[in-house]
């Protein structure tokens, strides 16, 4: 099962600590998988492989904008979340899910079913999309005219048949659990990322559903397209899914489970027919005996394979 909270608008830093505390439950096995749904105030973020240069903005303009900035362990480059944007958080733990063809999930193909399951959210609304080999992340095809210089920073005649990134992808995984996740575009202000080579891409523009529909006033709520994105994970990830009302909800579940727990077996008692041990063993030597140092130093020694 996966449960899925939807928190609203959430700071970057408290979101990162609200992804410790539940990596470590899952960790422990005191909750089940769990995706966040969110979104952040204006941030950029950068992974670990993030090359600096590819923040475009100075430290002061950023500063204006109210716009932070965090170093995070996350794969991939620098990326920029704001709001609008629906902000994903799977903590799942990769040794409870299976592929398709019944194998244990490693990294790689749960990104590429995060992907697949963002690709469904965008069919919902009748928006193509889907991968471009070597980049991770999903893509849509330009459809619906262009969107001007003041939005994104580049028009359809700059790229007339370009793809164009509606959702960012990029994981960490720890003792195979998971953390960090996706950042899918639907009403995001894209002139965000005009302070940043998305990723690293520079030749490739960003896009947003509310920008890919033919009707952006069909969109639904913010929260309502939350339900569907877990609705898709719970799909592709073969799933039940169930809504947790809140962060106290989930943490009173997992400390119900804390006190369920069994108690660790209690150590046996010693026998009383049997002799108290002596420490040290009698069999445990104290030094290394002659015999065993001269085999030691011998040239000819035989060694292990």
């Known amino acids: 099962m996966i449960q899925y909270l939807y928190l609203?608008?959430?700071d970057y830093g408290e979101a990162l600590c609200i992804q410790e505390e539940l990596v470590a439950l899952r960790t422990a096995g005191r909750i089940g998988n769990v995706l966040l749904l969110l979104e952040h105030p204006p941030v950029l973020t950068l992974g670990r492989n993030a090359n600096r240069s590819n923040i475009l903005a100075s430290d002061e303009l950023l500063a204006r904008r109210?716009?932070?900035?965090?170093?995070?362990?996350?794969?991939?480059?620098?990326?920029?979340?704001?709001?609008?944007?629906?902000?994903?958080?799977?903590?799942?733990?990769?040794?409870?899910?299976?592929?398709?063809?019944?194998?244990?999930?490693?990294?790689?193909?749960?990104?590429?079913?995060?992907?697949?399951?963002l690709i469904r959210l965008c069919g919902e609304f009748g928006v193509p999309a889907g991968r471009i080999c070597g980049l991770t992340g999903v893509w849509c095809r330009l459809r619906w005219g262009s969107l001007s210089d003041e939005n994104c920073g580049s028009t359809a005649k700059d790229h007339p048949m370009g793809e164009r990134k509606i959702a960012a992808i990029g994981i960490h995984v720890a003792r195979g659990v998971t953390s960090h996740g996706f950042a899918f575009n639907v009403t995001t202000d894209l002139r965000g990322f005009t302070l940043i080579?998305?990723?690293?891409?520079?030749?490739?523009?960003?896009?947003?559903?509310?920008?890919?529909?033919?009707?952006?006033?069909?969109?639904?709520?913010?929260?309502?397209?939350?339900?569907?994105?877990?609705?898709q994970f719970g799909q592709v990830f073969n799933q039940q899914v169930q809504f947790v009302a809140s962060l106290a909800a989930l943490r009173?579940?997992?400390?119900?489970?804390?006190?369920?727990?069994?108690?660790p077996p209690a150590p046996a008692a010693p026998d009383p027919d049997l002799p108290a041990p002596a420490f040290p063993a009698e069999d445990t030597p104290l030094q290394i005996p002659p015999e065993i140092e001269r085999l030691r130093h011998r040239k000819d020694r035989p060694v292990s394979a």
Request: charged share 20%; glycine share 10%; hydrophobic share 35%.
């Open 8 to 10: 609203g608008r959430v």
């Open 66 to 117: 109210g716009v932070t900035l965090h170093e995070i362990n996350r794969g991939g480059d620098v990326t920029y979340h704001g709001p609008g944007q629906l902000i994903g958080y799977p903590i799942f733990d990769l040794r409870s899910l299976r592929s398709p063809a019944g194998s244990r999930l490693g990294p790689v193909d749960f990104v590429r079913l995060m992907e697949e399951a």
């Open 197 to 231: 080579n998305p990723c690293g891409i520079t030749d490739r523009p960003v896009t947003s559903l509310e920008n890919e529909i033919a009707g952006p006033n069909s969109l639904p709520t913010f929260e309502s397209l939350a339900h569907s994105a877990a609705r």
């Open 252 to 263: 009173a579940q997992a400390q119900a489970s804390a006190e369920h727990a069994p108690e």
